[in-house]
């Protein structure tokens, strides 16, 4: 059973450019969730998705950021105009029922702005 | 507000000696628990987790931890450390909001 699956595993930007980062839930997991990562840092938590659906955004800047979870093909945290300080490592985490299961964590895609 | 305060930057033990890394954390309800391991440039592999029942809990690589509601603390212990336990081990908190609070990490360092 493949985990979770996360690419890039690296993503080099300029500033002001796009940033497109994808993740593929275990089998059978429809919950999806998006931390970062800042240097010397712990794991800060973005947003958590269902199918077609944003559940809790509370920790995404305003803006920015966006974040789907289509009916078909994995989950996008889009960065438009990206400057210095989104260089993190971004990581998504896949639980399989509602309520506090356990979230099982991907490779992480690095993002270095330059 | 749910948090974690892991007191311990960095650690450095012998193989084969003990370890404990702390974690305590502040939460409204009854707190789901993690320990996560973290290796250089990887992703983090959960070792263990707390939900309800026996507070002493018995993860992956011979780790355990225990809950105690009265300290506020889930301590990991390991009685015997090998050199690929160093790595950055993360305490985490969830509730019923589903989001995951973590620490900011613990640095362990084994010496041979």
């Known amino acids: 059973n493949a985990g979770v699956m996360q690419n890039p595993r690296h993503l080099v930007r300029r500033r002001g450019q796009e940033a497109r980062l994808r993740c593929s839930p275990m089998?059978?997991?429809?919950?999806v969730y998006w931390y970062r990562q800042l240097p010397e840092e712990g794991l800060k938590f973005m947003v958590y998705l269902q199918k077609e659906n944003i559940i809790d955004e509370s920790g995404m800047p305003k803006e920015r950021f966006s974040a789907e979870f289509p009916k078909e093909g994995p989950s996008i945290l889009r960065i438009q105009q990206v400057v210095r300080g989104d260089s993190a490592a971004y990581f998504c985490a896949s639980s399989l029922t509602r309520g506090t299961d356990t979230q099982y964590f991907g490779p992480g895609t690095r993002l270095t702005v330059l | 507000a749910q948090s974690v305060t892991q007191p311990d930057i960095h650690i450095t033990v012998s193989e084969g000696a003990s370890l404990e890394l702390r974690c305590n954390y502040s939460y409204g309800a009854t707190p789901y628990l993690f320990w996560y391991v973290q290796s250089p440039g990887q992703g983090l592999q959960l070792l263990l987790k707390?939900?309800?029942?026996?507070?002493l809990v018995q993860g992956i690589k011979g780790f355990e931890a225990e809950f105690k509601r009265s300290q506020s603390s889930f301590n990991l212990r390991k009685p015997s450390v090998h050199w690929s336990d160093a790595a950055e081990y993360f305490c985490?908190?969830?509730?019923?909001?589903?989001?995951?609070?973590f620490g900011s990490g613990t640095q362990l360092t084994v010496l041979p």
């Open positions: 985490a908190v969830g509730g019923s909001a589903r989001q995951l609070t």
């Open positions: 089998k059978g997991h429809s919950h």
């Open positions: 707390y939900f309800s029942g026996d507070t």
